[in-house]
Nanobody, 115 residues
């Protein structure tokens, strides 16, 4: 069992920055991929970025060049640095930790970007 816990959400003006953190507890040595998803009101949850244990990354086109995902394996923590934010980034951001064929989700953290 793995339990991810997000932090760092809040309100930011367009053009500003926020950094999200996700700390995982439990069977952390079994975690392979960690990822960030987001869900805006009345929209489906979408993938934002992923990072493998070895540091390989993937970004959705909508955040490329603005967001950076990073990972500290020793702390079992993944970060999402969000720069040049736009109102369309407003959503609840969820952290995912993958262990084998199982996915573990955090409770989510609200990010609001004002125009």
């Amino acid at each position: 069992q793995v339990q991810p816990v997000e932090s760092g959400g809040g309100l930011v003006q367009a053009g500003g920055s926020l950094r999200l953190s996700c700390a995982a507890s439990g069977s952390i040595f079994s975690i392979t991929v960690m990822a960030w998803y987001r869900q805006a009101p009345e929209k489906q949850r979408e993938l934002v970025a992923t990072i493998s244990r070895g540091g390989d990354t993937y970004y959705a086109d909508s955040v490329k060049g603005r967001f950076t995902i990073s990972r500290d394996n020793a702390k079992s923590t993944v970060y999402l640095q969000m720069n040049k934010m736009i109102p369309e980034d407003t959503a609840v951001y969820y952290c995912l930790a993958r262990v084998g064929m199982g996915d573990y989700w955090g409770q989510g953290t609200q990010v609001t970007v004002s125009s």
